[in-house]
Each structure stands twice: as C-alpha cells, then as structure tokens.
C-alpha cells in the first residue's frame, strides 16, 4: 500500500480563492509527523508546513494551514487566499517515528489563475 | 547558514560514462537522503545514511549506482556507466533526529543530469 496518496494531479484556483489539496497517508506507527512542500517550476523543494500525529490543533503558518483528520488518516493543505505566485507542485511527505525514512506522495501541481 | 550543497547543478554526459554528484549537507545534520525526481516516476528515494551510514538503499535502481558518506559533511552518488534513462534531477536532502518526527528535510538544489 502507498504510504502517502494525492489524488488530485491538477487543481486549478482563482486568484485570492482558497484551495484545498488532499494528501492521504497510511501507517501503524503511532508517532509520525506530516510535512508539506512546493516545488516552484524553478526546481527547488520548500518546506511548508509540519503537523505531527500528537498534536491536538491543526498546523498552521501564514497563508498556509493543515486540515489534520487523523482517524481518516487525512492531512490535506489548506491555502488562503491564493496568489500567482501560489502555482507549483505540491507534495505531502510522511516521516514515521521508526525507520526514520520520509515518504512523498506523487504531487498535485496548482495552478493560480488571475 | 549555507543550507544543503549540491554539484554539479547540470551535469550532460555521454551514455557509458561515469557520472559522480555530490552533496554537503547542512552542518549538525545526521541524516542524508538522495532522490531521483522525473516525470513519469515522481520522486524516488534512493538511499538515506544515518550518521554516514547507509541504512536502506533498496530504491538503489541498479548495481550501476553507488553511494558514499565518508565522513558527515561529504556524499556522493556515482553512475557507472550512465544510460540515457538516468537523466533525472537529483536532489540531496538532510535532516536532524534529534527531536523525532517533526524535523523536515532540508533539501539542496538538485543536479540536472542529462545522459545522451
């Protein structure tokens, strides 16, 4: 089974909208931690936002907030009020407490239209 | 700090050659990864070293493919011989245990390789 699943290849956004992409995980380790990155078309991997299985509130940090259902083992991103500057892959990763290997999911690539 | 430190960042060869990327983590770190990212396969972890030890390097795609941590600022991952299904970017990333699950990995760069 994947450990990390995003089912959205594509999403498209209006500028100043919000947008939500999914990321889906599996895992029996109790302790793990749930990361977002974007990749800009200029290559580089950005570290978002963190949310770990032990904490009660969900992530957030700026524009950008984590929807953290753990019983449906769903970590899905949250962007406010979208920018142009907002377009880009985006990846869910998942690190579990053993083993201490990152897993990313395939990505969604957002798209902000004006 | 310089943040994690990857060369070449394009690399064009000739299918058979040799091919040698290199990484300097960010300093304090005690984990590396390397990853192949390409289109049609996404992001593939190859191999991560804990404390410059390899500790799984089952994403290793072939016996073509070698890694090294000498020491805890240096890595490299070599292609021997390279192949034109090589060409991918390759990206190095570090990352601290030292408070568990919630440190990201920091990641360099990448190297564009193009195998022709």
């Known amino acids: 089974a994947q450990k990390i699943t995003q089912t959205q290849p594509g999403m498209f956004v209006q500028e100043k909208e919000a947008v939500t992409l999914d990321c889906t995980y599996d895992?029996?380790?109790?302790?793990?931690?749930l990361f977002w990155y974007k990749q800009p078309s200029s290559g580089e991997m950005i570290f978002l936002i963190y949310?770990?299985?032990?904490?009660?509130q969900n992530a957030t940090e700026g524009r950008y907030s984590l929807n953290f259902q753990k019983a449906r083992k769903s970590a899905n991103l949250v962007i406010s009020a979208s920018q142009l500057g907002d377009s880009a892959m985006y990846f869910c990763?998942?690190?579990?407490?053993?083993?201490?290997?990152?897993?990313f999911g395939t990505g969604t690539s957002l798209t902000v239209i004006p | 700090d310089a943040g994690v430190i990857q060369s070449p960042r394009h690399e064009v060869t000739e299918m058979g050659q040799e091919v040698t990327l290199r990484c300097k983590p960010i300093?304090?770190?005690?984990?590396l990864f390397w990853y192949r990212q390409t289109m049609m396969r996404g992001l593939e972890l190859l191999i991560y070293?804990?404390?410059?030890?390899?500790?799984?390097d089952s994403g290793m795609p072939e016996d073509r493919f070698s890694a090294k941590m000498p020491n805890a600022s240096f890595s490299t991952l070599k292609i021997q011989p390279s192949e034109p299904r090589d060409s991918a970017v390759y990206f190095c990333?570090?990352?601290?245990?030292?408070?568990?699950?919630?440190?990201?990995?920091?990641f360099g760069p990448g190297t564009r390789l193009t195998v022709l």
């Open positions: 949310q770990g299985s032990y904490d009660q």
């Open positions: 070293f804990n404390n410059n030890v390899p500790i799984d």
């Open positions: 895992t029996s380790d109790p302790s793990y931690g």
């Open positions: 990333a570090s990352s601290l245990w030292a408070s568990g699950v919630g440190n990201e990995q920091f």
């Open positions: 990763a998942m690190r579990e407490g053993t083993g201490n290997q990152f897993y």
């Open positions: 300093s304090g770190h005690d984990y």
